[in-house]
């Protein structure tokens, strides 16, 4: 039979590229799985280490009963490349940060111990996927790593990380079919496969077939099957054995649902049959000072507080996540959108698109059971780099692979905002989604439903989802009038309060993904005071803390009764009267201040309540609807505490007002040219960058725009080197004054190139 052990302890660790252990290291530091070199330089700003670190360990190799055995060594992430050794000889090279890997080792072993040693890799290399991206790629022995041994006939464990087995349950007439098959090797006429469908609620078997190894497809049916779904997420165990005579030589088990979806340009997003507009978050699977090594506990409170803020979607960005965090999706009833690393900036080369292949299908083959996931998501944002033909025929040719290995799921991706709403990359996936941040990353919340109701029309045909939008905000800086940009909880709560209500009003978008639900490392960040990290956030990096925001998704989807007043770390305020702003799912909320009865709202999730009165000192307002009560304390101050405005928003808006006077008498009300032979917004920030006077002028921009210098060495070059600088502006512009991009443009215009 099959065995299996972790193998977590008694490692030891080397951050630096020492080179092959001819034995066991013991002066390296000691270490326990899982584990990443970049739990606190990943999120801390600045560089973080990117190079080969080393890990080593000695075991001993199973005994096996029958001659014949294979043994295995099995990763589960490693980040983002991987060399095993095993007593100096190399078993096996994997490319790719994020999913699951084996290594045949059985040839390598000898009978006493071995010594086994990976040498990880986090640095930027060409081939292998993600190039360049908003967030830490973490290095290191991230997840589980174990040893399994086998009979000689076993459930093939070569094949793209997979379980050997392959299960696919459907509705039919009175319950449902599951087509089945397993894929054993060594076999031989007298080997039988066995399938066991068990009903996980009872433990009872509700289906059975048997069947020669060497022809092993078969359907069962399971009369009155239960479907999976987002309220009912019922699953079925499927245990297949590999039989000899009266022994089972090798046993499998998968869980699987049965349910089915579809998505209707006009209508949106069905789940069995029924009209389920998908409404939810996406989410990093890192977590403070911890950055990807995680435990059962930490992805456990993760998908809880999901599902307690009432999402039924989650888009798992933007690689392969945890077998864990599936299977959590699988029984809390959430629908995922699970996808790879194919990001930002496109890589050329062969070698990238053949890591896309083979990420891809590990993606697919190592998922393939979970009912929670209907959509395989391709790529993200890629056009940050520009379009070209090729690109355009790599997304076809993995859209085309998605639909061999499984013709069950929908595919999907992510287009960068500034793609066009028309031309060759629409279409190419089955569904798509549009990630457009108006109100953060230049233009005005109000520009979001607009633009959405243009495309639709633009393009009835088109399923259109929104896969990610939001705005940092970050628990410091509070403002009674808040506006873009000033990393306040107060705008980003009202953002998400607009947000919210653009996507109920529109059932049509087939899904929307806040983005994130938890702030995140991203070690080439340096912006609203806080360094290595994006805020935009629902949650906290540490999980502490619930924003505001995240009470006004609870107020928008959580069938159970809420109220929360927001503002509450918005705790000193000036003036006689402020304003209360409550999020609820209840019909009405009555407020109370300092014990006294103040007014009796009527609303829809966001109830405001004008002029509340501030007596001196500690006030408590209490909230109450449907029976449920919230309180907060703020006290009355003759002057707000500096320190809730960020320095540096003052210090930009004065930079752009001063960058006005540099353009002279410009009329910047004219349409921007672009002359031959000249510079201009449409060049990429690289380009640019080889030229001093140009470059001038474009770090003149970038310091009034965010009050910091562009520059080479900043941790985000690498991010937009490659971007055009109108499509910089764009994307890190926020509500720049009109003019602001037609001035760069015109000064650019006047410079040569080469």
């Known amino acids: ?23 066991f290291p013991e002066d390296w530091e000691p270490m326990t799985l899982p584990h990443t070199w970049n739990a606190v330089d990943g999120m801390a700003g600045g560089g973080y280490y990117r190079g080969v670190c080393w890990y080593a360990r000695t075991f001993e190799a199973p005994v ?30 994997h490319k790719g940060g ?12 000898n009978g006493g111990a071995n010594l086994l040693a990976v040498a990880c890799n986090n640095a930027e290399k060409t081939g292998i996927y993600p ?6 790629f973490y290095g290191g022995l991230y997840r589980a790593v174990n040893l399994i041994s086998v009979p000689e006939a076993h459930f093939d464990l070569d094949y793209f990380g997979g379980p050997g087995v392959r299960v696919t349950p459907k509705r039919a007439v009175g319950g449902a079919l599951f087509a089945a098959t397993a894929f054993p090797k060594n076999v031989t006429e007298q080997y039988r496969v066995t399938y066991t469908v068990f009903d996980p609620e009872n433990g009872e078997a509700v289906g059975f077939a048997s069947r020669p190894a060497l022809a092993p497809e078969v359907e069962i049916f399971v009369p009155d099957a239960k479907l999976w779904s987002i309220d009912a997420p019922h699953l079925y165990d499927v245990a297949v054995r590999l039989e000899l005579a009266n022994e089972t030589v090798d046993e499998v088990t998968v869980s699987v649902g049965v349910r089915d979806f579809s998505v209707d340009p006009q209508k949106g997003f069905f789940l069995n049959g029924v009209s389920t507009p998908l409404r939810g978050v996406c989410r990093h699977q890192d977590r403070l000072y911890k950055g990807n090594a995680l435990t059962e506990d930490d992805h456990f409170e993760d998908a809880a507080l999901i599902k307690e803020i009432g999402a039924n979607t989650v888009r798992l960005a933007h690689y392969q996540h945890a077998q864990e965090f599936y299977e959590l999706c699988d029984t809390l009833g959430l629908v995922v959108w699970a996808e790879i690393p194919f990001i930002s900036v496109f890589d050329p080369s062969p070698e990238a698109h053949e890591n896309c292949v083979s990420q891809l299908t590990e993606l697919i083959v190592q998922n393939y059971h979970h009912p929670s996931i209907c959509f395989w998501g391709i790529s993200n944002e890629i056009l940050i780099g520009g379009i070209s033909e090729q690109l355009v025929e790599n997304h076809r040719a993995l859209v085309s692979l998605a639909k061999e290995l499984d013709p069950t799921r929908l595919t999907t991706l992510a287009h960068v905002s500034m793609t066009p709403t028309d031309g060759p990359m629409h279409t190419l996936t089955d569904v798509e989604s549009y990630n457009i941040y108006f109100g953060w990353y230049g233009g005005r919340m109000e520009d979001n439903g607009p633009w959405l109701d243009a495309f639709h029309e633009k393009q009835p045909n088109v399923c259109l989802g929104v896969s990610e939008y939001g705005c940092e905000g970050i628990l410091t800086y509070h403002s009674a009038h808040p506006a873009c940009k000033d990393y306040s909880e107060e705008y980003q709560a009202l953002y998400h309060e607009h947000m919210a209500q653009v996507f109920e009003d529109r059932p049509w978008i087939w899904a929307t993904h806040v983005w994130n639900m938890f702030d995140f490392g991203s070690a080439v960040r340096d912006e609203g005071g806080v360094k290595g990290r994006n805020n935009k956030g629902l949650v906290t990096i540490d999980r502490n803390t619930k924003k505001d925001a995240f009470y006004v998704y609870q107020a928008f989807w959580s069938k159970e009764p809420m109220v929360h007043i927001a ?23 009555r407020l109370t201040v300092n014990g006294q009865f103040f007014a009796k709202r009527r609303g829809h999730r966001v109830f405001v309540f004008d002029d509340v009165p501030l007596r001196p000192g500690l006030n408590q307002i209490v909230a109450e609807g449907d029976g449920v009560k919230d309180t907060a304390a703020l006290t009355r101050v003759e002057q707000e505490p500096e320190h809730y405005t960020l320095p540096q928003v003052r210090a930009q808006q004065e930079g752009v007002k001063n960058w006005f006077t540099l353009v002279g008498d410009l009329d910047l009300k004219a349409p921007m040219s672009f002359p031959k032979g000249k510079w201009s917004v449409r060049d990429k920030v690289s380009d640019i960058a080889e030229c001093p006077e140009a470059f001038a002028v474009l770090k003149k921009a970038t310091l009034a725009m965010s009050g910091a210098e562009l520059s080479p060495e900043s941790g985000m070059w690498g991010f937009i080197k490659n971007q055009t600088v109108e499509n910089m502006i764009a994307m890190g512009g926020g509500s720049m004054p009109e003019g602001f991009l037609e001035s760069i443009n015109a000064q650019l215009t006047e410079i040569d190139k080469p």
């Open 98 to 109: 994020y999913s699951a890997f084996r290594c045949d080792v059985t040839d390598a072993l």
């Open 131 to 136: 190039q360049s991206a908003d967030f830490t």
């Open 1 to 23: 039979m099959r065995n299996i052990v972790p193998i977590l302890t008694d490692w030891r660790f080397r951050r630096e590229d020492v080179g092959l252990p001819e034995s």
């Open 567 to 589: 503002g509450k770390r918005y705790a000193e305020r000036a003036g006689e009267t402020t304003q209360i702003r409550v999020y609820s799912n209840a019909g009405f909320v």
């Open 64 to 93: 096996q009963p029958l001659p014949g055995g294979r043994v295995y060594l099995e990763f589960l992430g490693a980040g983002n490349e991987a060399t095993v050794y095993v007593n100096g000889k190399e078993v096996c090279h």
